[in-house]
């Protein structure tokens, strides 16, 4: 069974400094990997995904992610972060290729609290 | 391209009575169907997946009686909460993925339905 973790529940981080949210995962092959973004009462928007090659992908917003397989790891990156990012971010994964199954699991989640 | 519409966003209703939450694909046909419930602070629980025309596969404890799943067309999909009660209120959200699609391209969300029972 595959299942996402995400060991940061809370991240608080002044606007114009780094962000770095953490995701792991477990499957027992290559995996599909998604970052979602939601704000308070919304749906959500995917950020990036990762199906196979380049390791590093880059995403919508400035966001980038990058997969590292040795560490089953797929951590969300952003270089200088602003006041609008703060929201809920989640990490998913999918079966990989041929696996017949749509079927998404959702980390539990990072709240991204941003101050001025 | 890739739009999901679902409504109401926002719904308060008595205890016992249910309440039905529409989700449509706007722009391309959604061959599958997933229903998210979401508690606070919580991530998404997925309750169900839904095929056109076909009867929807529920997730382990999912009361498939209290949570009525119909896709009947490749554009909607409704989950009708029966008899519903206080624990019942929750976030609710659907997401859709097109016809001939894979997770190449990814899940399109809906903006949720927030369900409370008074």
């Known amino acids: 069974a595959q299942s996402v973790t995400q060991p940061d529940i809370h991240i608080t981080v002044s606007e114009g400094a780094s962000l770095e949210l953490r995701c792991n995962y477990s499957?027992?092959?290559?995996?599909?990997l998604f970052w979602y973004v939601q704000s308070p009462g919304q749906g959500l928007q995917l950020l990036l995904k990762?199906?196979?090659?380049?390791?590093l992908v880059q995403g919508i917003k400035g966001f980038e992610a990058e997969f590292k397989r040795s560490q089953s790891s797929f951590n969300l990156r952003k270089p200088s972060v602003h006041w609008s990012d703060a929201a809920e971010y989640f990490c998913?994964?999918?079966?990989?290729?041929?696996?017949?199954?749509?079927?998404?699991?959702f980390g539990k989640g990072t709240k991204l609290s941003v101050i001025p | 391209g890739a739009v999901v519409s679902q409504h109401p966003s926002r719904v308060i209703c008595k205890s016992g009575t249910s309440v039905k939450i529409e989700c449509r694909s706007l722009?391309?046909?959604?061959?599958?169907m997933f229903w998210y419930r979401q508690f606070p602070k919580q991530s998404l629980m997925l309750m169900a997946t839904?095929?056109?025309?076909?009867?929807?596969?529920?997730e382990q404890g999912v009361e498939k009686d209290k949570f009525l799943i119909n896709h009947a067309s490749l554009t909607l999909s409704t989950l009708t909460v029966t008899s519903a009660h206080p624990e019942d209120s929750s976030f609710y959200i659907c997401?859709?993925?097109?016809?001939?699609?894979?997770?190449?391209?990814?899940?399109?969300f809906g903006s949720g339905t927030r369900l409370t029972v008074v």
């Open positions: 998913a994964v999918g079966p990989g290729s041929g696996a017949g199954s749509y079927q998404l699991t």
């Open positions: 499957y027992g092959a290559t995996p599909y």
């Open positions: 722009d391309f046909q959604a061959t599958t």
């Open positions: 839904s095929n056109e025309g076909s009867k929807a596969t529920y």
């Open positions: 990762y199906f196979s090659g380049d390791t």
């Open positions: 997401s859709a993925i097109g016809r001939g699609g894979s997770l190449l391209r990814g899940y399109t």
